[in-house]
């Protein structure tokens, strides 16, 4: 029998704790994992995107292999959200109707194909122009989820160091560190999220608005100007995430007054928040948070570094970590197995 080997994953954002747990589900009684990371669910730091993400599911059409990969891992993740959802009303799951409203949509909304290959819905349906507001090109409906962010991050721990899962709060400086966290590691799987030092790597600045006020579904909505308007449901009494702005390399860490109040008065205008509250908001918070995106998409690849050690890195997911979080931790345990850094559980032992 082989010594037991630990398993290294670096961060404990959406990517990180979806992939250590389905690591832990499948391999055997040789391998163990220790999730290890600057922020932990419990934490709140801005370069910590998970907890800040709003969250919801929109697909996004395209033909570029970002976005071919992208569809696929969404797909996995919905389905898997589901039976979650159905399973665990406390891992802040909903099931919900997703409206959207877009102004000028680029091409790829207009072509039928690209259109149905990405909004997979049984129940899509695309609205008639009756059916929409003035100004809107382009309008859908479909069943959707809403994720509240924190909790779900929070319940992903849980059940992770219930199953026998190690935690280790600690900075890396080193990618070589990671190695010397453990006795016998040869593979550190890397969900840093923006991490550090890859030139690709870049942060995109989201300014939302936390606020009281209910509303029944996720909506979204592009503005002529390209700006992207919307509101989010947080299940379990979590509130109404309203935003957002999207602002390549902008790394200011505090919230504009200014953008707060413009968030709030499309919001009124556009998302039918309930009449009594007479286009006032009751707000909880404002939030500022970094998407950590990179050119090209997600880094998602084996690297070899020295004698049978491996590094298996999985980080920028840019705006859409929740939704395709799932499908990043099959892909990494697809890519550990084809390796052989991952060794299954044998049936019979289950
Ligand atoms: C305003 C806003 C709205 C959003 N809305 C949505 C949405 O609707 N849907 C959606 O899917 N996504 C949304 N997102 C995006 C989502 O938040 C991110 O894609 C996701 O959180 C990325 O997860 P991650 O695990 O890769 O990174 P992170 O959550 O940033 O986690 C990175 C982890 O790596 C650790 N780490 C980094 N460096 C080190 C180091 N040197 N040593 C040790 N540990 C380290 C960190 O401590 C942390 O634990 C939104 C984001 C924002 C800001
Ligand atoms: C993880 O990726 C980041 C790039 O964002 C890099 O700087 C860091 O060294 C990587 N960590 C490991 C252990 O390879
Ligand atoms: C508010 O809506 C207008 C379009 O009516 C848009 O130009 C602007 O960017 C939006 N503001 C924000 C912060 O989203």
Not at 57 to 79: C, D, H, I, K, M
Request: glycine share 10%; proline share 6%; hydrophobic share 35%.
């Amino acid at each position: 029998m082989a010594s037991a080997e630990t398993i290294v994953v670096i961060g404990a954002g959406v990517i990180g704790l979806s992939t250590a747990l389905l690591i832990q589900e499948q391999s055997g009684s040789t391998q163990s994992v220790l999730l290890v990371a600057r922020d932990f669910p419990s934490d709140t730091s801005i370069n910590y995107a998970s907890p800040w993400a709003g969250a919801h599911y929109r697909p996004v059409p395209g033909s570029s292999p970002q976005a071919l990969r992208e569809a696929s891992q969404a797909l996995r993740t919905f389905n898997y959200l589901k039976q979650v959802a159905a399973g665990e009303p406390a891992a802040g799951i909903k099931f919900l109707q997703g409206i959207e409203h877009l102004e000028t949509p680029p091409p790829e909304y207009l072509d039928a194909q690209s259109v149905s290959n990405v909004y997979h819905f049984e129940d899509f349906r695309s609205l008639k122009d009756d059916e929409v507001p003035a100004g809107v090109k382009w309008g859908a409906e479909y069943g959707t989820y809403v994720i509240n962010s924190p909790v779900y991050c929070a319940y992903m721990l849980r059940r992770f160091i219930l199953k026998g899962g190690r935690t280790q709060q600690y900075t890396l400086v080193n990618s070589k560190e990671a190695f010397a966290l453990a006795n016998n590691v040869k593979t550190v799987v890397n969900c840093s999220g923006t991490g550090f030092g890859d030139p690709k790597s870049f942060i995109i600045r989201g300014q939302t608005c936390l606020v009281r006020n209910p509303v029944s579904a996720t909506i979204t909505r592009q503005n002529a100007d390209g700006a992207w308007s919307f509101c989010i449901p947080r299940p379990l009494e979590g509130g109404t995430v309203i935003g957002g702005t999207k602002q390549p390399h902008d790394w200011d860490p505090n919230p504009s007054p200014e953008i707060r109040a413009q968030l709030l008065a499309n919001a009124s205008k556009w998302f039918p928040f309930t009449p009594e509250s007479g286009g006032q908001f009751d707000v909880i918070r404002d939030i500022v948070g970094r998407r950590p995106a990179r050119e090209g998409g997600m880094r998602l690849e084996v690297e070899q570094v020295e004698d049978g050690k491996s590094i298996v890195h999985a980080y920028g997911a840019g705006g859409r970590g929740f939704e395709l979080s799932r499908g990043v931790a099959e892909d990494v345990t697809a890519l550990m197995l084809e390796s052989g850094l991952l060794r299954v559980q044998a049936k019979a032992t289950l």
